[in-house]
């Protein structure tokens, strides 16, 4: 039976189910799996919610951003078997996430699960600036890239990605229709170029023993079997985010089904791209000291250089490359912005009030997107300062994205799976603990891994601040819940056959 509630703006149906209604929640009206008055327009389709994922996780172009440095740990076989590797251990992380993401479909994402199953969660925009400088650079031998030069390009990309977030948000999810079609053909684009050109140009590929079997261990450390487990640092950076489109539940109908198949998507695409583009430019490599004896911002810059035989080729693929992330950039101030509203409306954060907001024309987290934006500026002065310090802060993202998974499935396993009612997906009998289980082992593991440095022997330059600065940032959000936990609500636990839940938000 269904029946239609009145509220302000457009009627909602409501599912009337058989079961007590919650008074603590029906006295507000309509509510989604959040416990929380619906306030977000439910723009975002399947399509272009699965477009989104595969947007801001944008696989290739993260593991190509970095690869240069990935190399340090085995070459180009460590690059791809610690991405194989890596991938897996993700893969297992993501059911134990989309589970939760089924049973509590919540914009609050992890800090919302890691509340429920305990019983009574800038680089983006830095890859960008580095790509738009080494385009720059290409053209012209003589220019030496400075760190304020980045900083003009990073500012520039940041705001006019965050304006499309705060003043476009009837045409995101067109935005992500476009940006998965970039990065589909983006990656189409420089497989096929990096797979051919090299012939065409008479220079040939590289051995397939150069890209499958011989080991390159530059990270100084004496053991292999550790340089390799450490590496697997750098393909998590480019999987590490399963989260992402949960904080898109409350803008898509019937998310318990849909954002576990937007993270079906996300993973199976990123890994199958980012494979098969790694394949590709390995093979279009001449000479690998070459790249590392180059000082620009972004070497892949002169891995597609040596793969295309030209500048102009070098910068075709940027701009081919560039373009997905820019809207990879635009993916992941909807995600900031929506995770810092879903705490304000909390009382989790400072000015609460004023971040809860949603803006009554734009109809979005406007002041909350906007503070990710001034963040990243900030972050971006930092860079000028010290290149190490911003480093060290970009560096530990995937570390505190990972913990932050394991504050929900671990609370989540040791309750054994008892307080969160099971949604559209649910790993059922010793399956799920199974699961879980591997899930929380590998981050507990591979969190202490990811922390030591990254080369040896030790000095200041190759120091892993991500320590330092995981157990700093734990120390101050300690402290600001004692301040807080008068005013703080916390997420509310809300069955998805309670009876004031409107019917798309199951």
Known sequence: MEKQEKQDGPALTVKESSGPK????????????SGHKQELQRNFSLLSLCAVAITTGNTWVAIGGSVVIAIYNGGPPGVLYEFIVVSVAYWIVAASIAELA???????????WASVTAGKYASISSILA???VSMYALFHPAFEAKSWHVFISYVICTWLCCFV?????????????????????GVFVCTVVCAVMPTVNGMGHATNDFVWKDWQNRAGYQSNGFVFVAGML???????????????????PNPSR????????????????????????FYSIQSLDEIFTQTSTFPLAYIYRQATGSDPGAVGLLVVTFLPTFVTCIGCYITAGRTFWTLSRDNATPFSGFFAQIHPTFHNPFYATILCGIICTVMGCIYVGSSITFNAFVGSFIILSTLSYLCAILPHLLSRRANVVPGWFWMKGPLGYIINAISCLYIIAFIVIFCFPYAAPFDILVMNWSSLITGGLTIFVTGFWFWRQKDYEGPKAVTLDDSVLAADAL
């Open 102 to 112: 089924s049973a509590m479909p919540s914009s609050s994402g992890v800090y919302h």
């Open 130 to 132: 580095n790509q738009t």
């Open 234 to 252: 750098n393909g998590a950076f480019a999987v590490g985010t399963p989260d992402c489109v949960s904080h898109l539940a409350e803008e898509i």
């Open 22 to 33: 919650s008074p603590e929640y029906s006295a507000h009206g309509l509510i989604n799996a």
């Open 258 to 281: 849909n954002i576990p198949k937007a993270m079906l998507a996300q993973f199976v695409i990123g890994f199958l791209t980012a494979f098969f583009y790694l394949i590709a430019i």
């Open 165 to 185: 977030v705060l003043f476009g948000n009837r045409a995101l999810p067109m935005v992500g229709n476009v940006g998965g079609f970039l990065i589909i053909a």
